[in-house]
């Protein structure tokens, strides 16, 4: 039985149990994007993702180095599958100056020009982040099936949820009692972290319901001469 590195952020997290082939694109679902901005030359991470049936599959990404706002936005915008892309959700400091780049934010809205894609900044708690993305991991009791997995293509963002991104271990190879783990080889799970609070907030059940229509009173009922 495979066993966890030490460490590791989502230690429930298999291949056997999240990774499946099925997780393939649906041309029939609309496509949601969840972005984390690299800051040249830093790693930049763009995960293609759709809701069926409650379950949220990540089935590409765009995981790169070396790159502007600019190119991953033209990579994305030129895909032939981005015209089913009705949702982009980044980190709400995409919004801010990027060094020498303009905002990531700025920079996408440009990009997508005239499309009619909402382009949604997210400010998401890490801690809130990973327990949203713990529940996600988990599997549903009436399908049997993980409410959220990944098709293999998306080898990069595997990687962090198997190996990459952890707690600091000391000498002793204990875990350290630190509320947030280390800051590096965590951008797709950052990305899926503003995606899936966006989808379903803060804590579980929090769905938003719509409001039931309520019939007015007419004037008799109220008195009204």
Not at 145 to 174: A, C, M, W
Not at 214 to 220: E, V
């Amino acid at each position: 039985q495979p066993r966890p590195s030490i460490g590791v952020v989502f230690p429930e997290f298999r291949r056997a149990t999240h990774v499946k082939t099925y997780a393939e694109y649906d041309p029939m679902y609309p496509i949601r994007l969840a972005v984390d901005p690299g800051y040249y030359p830093s790693s930049y991470a763009v995960l293609w993702m759709q809701v069926v049936g409650g379950q949220i599959r990540v089935f590409n990404e765009v995981y790169c180095n070396y790159m502007t706002n600019e190119d991953v936005a033209n990579i994305v915008v030129n895909d032939h599958k981005f015209e089913k892309v009705e949702r982009v959700v980044m980190d709400v400091a995409a919004g801010y100056h990027a060094g020498a780049q303009d905002p990531a934010m700025d920079t996408w809205r440009r990009a997508m020009k005239g499309r009619q894609v909402p382009i949604v900044g997210k400010y998401v708690k890490v801690q809130h982040g990973i327990q949203r993305t713990h529940d996600k991991l988990k599997i549903n009791p009436l399908t049997g099936q993980p409410f959220l997995v990944f098709h293999p293509r998306v080898e990069n963002t595997i990687s962090e949820f198997e190996d990459g991104y952890r707690f600091p271990v000391d000498r002793k190879g204990e875990v350290r009692e630190v509320i947030q783990p280390i800051d590096k080889a965590n951008h797709s799970a950052k990305a899926l972290a503003y995606s899936i609070i966006d989808l379903y907030g803060t804590g579980e059940g929090q769905v938003a319901e719509r409001l039931r229509p309520q019939r007015r009173k007419m004037s008799y009922e109220m008195g009204y001469r």
